[in-house]
């Protein structure tokens, strides 16, 4: 049983909790995954390591409540215990495999939108503790969704927010921000990292794309079991069958097929739909959470 030291609401439907889980603590780094359960019969939840801290034992999960095992996850208090806390896992960031004088080479924007900004702020963190400055954009739909401005302003170089509704920050989308930092601002980059709901990658990708900034999205969002034996996070990079939770979460945002995995994520919604897809991608339809490409 894994103890909630911390319970903080963001949002209406939006919350953080500290998890007392020492070992994981211990291994985590920025953009890896843990996969919670509420109880011994609950629902397998993966969601992205917000924060860590090896003094304390603790790690941060942020996450919404969409559905059912979420929404009984939100009611829980400090106090109380989750049955199961598995990580860390998925592929760290990139960036933490890079050298320190790679990382100084690099002008780095991190893009987040909604909860996405959950998953960016350990690896600007990470960044600052390595004296490596980095600019990053938070964008929500309008102020009351926005999380984490206090935090991520303390790690950021510069931080800029964006509404789409203009409550709050700059009037447009995170894209519309991005263009204006690069093209009227002089604004350098030559590497992105975007994370939040598939579209708002998937157009993020576009905008850096044309502005030529090798980017990096997670593909958290489209994760259901977190090993590869679901088929839910199957997806095509570059031509090539990925599984977000084995092979990711991490990938080239320029060479992601968006628009089959979100219609893939639709279908998957339904008994019929996943019927279907595991009859059309046969053998690739999972990967079996071991690498070793799932049943054949």
């Not at 909630?4 to 500290?18: G, P, Q, R, Y």
């Not at 893009?111 to 350990?122: D, E, K, N, R």
Request: hydrophobic letters at 35%; proline letters at 4%; charged letters at 25%.
């Amino acid at each position: 049983m894994y103890k909630i030291v911390k319970k903080e609401m963001l949002t209406d439907t939006i919350f953080l909790m500290e998890i007392l889980a020492p070992r994981v603590a211990s291994s985590a780094l920025p953009g890896q995954f843990i996969i919670v359960k509420n109880s011994d019969k609950g629902e397998r939840i993966p969601l992205t390591i917000c924060d860590y801290d090896t003094d304390k034992g603790t790690v941060t999960i942020v996450a919404q409540a969409v559905g059912k095992s979420t929404m009984e996850l939100m009611n829980y208090s400090e106090g109380d215990q989750v049955s199961d806390f598995v990580g860390p896992l998925g592929r760290p960031s990139d960036l933490c495999e890079m050298s320190e004088e790679e990382l100084k080479s690099k002008n780095i924007i991190f893009i987040a939108g909604g909860v996405g900004a959950a998953p960016v702020y350990p690896q600007v963190k990470w960044l600052k503790e390595r004296g490596i400055g980095a600019d990053v954009i938070i964008g929500a739909r309008t102020k009351d969704l926005l999380i984490l401005e206090d935090k991520m302003s303390e790690v950021a170089e510069n931080l800029y927010i964006s509404t789409d509704d203009g409550t709050y920050g700059y009037n447009g989308r995170v894209t519309d921000l991005l263009k204006e930092l690069a093209e009227k601002q002089g604004k350098s980059y030559n590497h992105a990292v975007a994370i939040g709901p598939m579209i708002m990658m998937k157009f993020t990708s576009m905008m850096t794309k044309e502005l030529n900034i090798p980017t990096v999205v997670s593909l958290n969002p489209i994760m259901v079991d977190g090993t590869g034996m679901c088929g839910a996070c199957r997806v095509t990079v570059g031509n090539e069958v990925k599984f977000a939770c084995v092979d990711g979460p991490e990938f080239d945002g320029h060479l992601v097929n968006y628009d089959e995995a979100m219609r893939r994520q639709t279908m998957y919604k339904t008994e019929e739909g996943q019927a279907r897809l595991r009859y059309e991608e046969g053998a690739t339809h999972k990967n079996g959470g071991c690498g070793c490409g799932g049943d054949k």
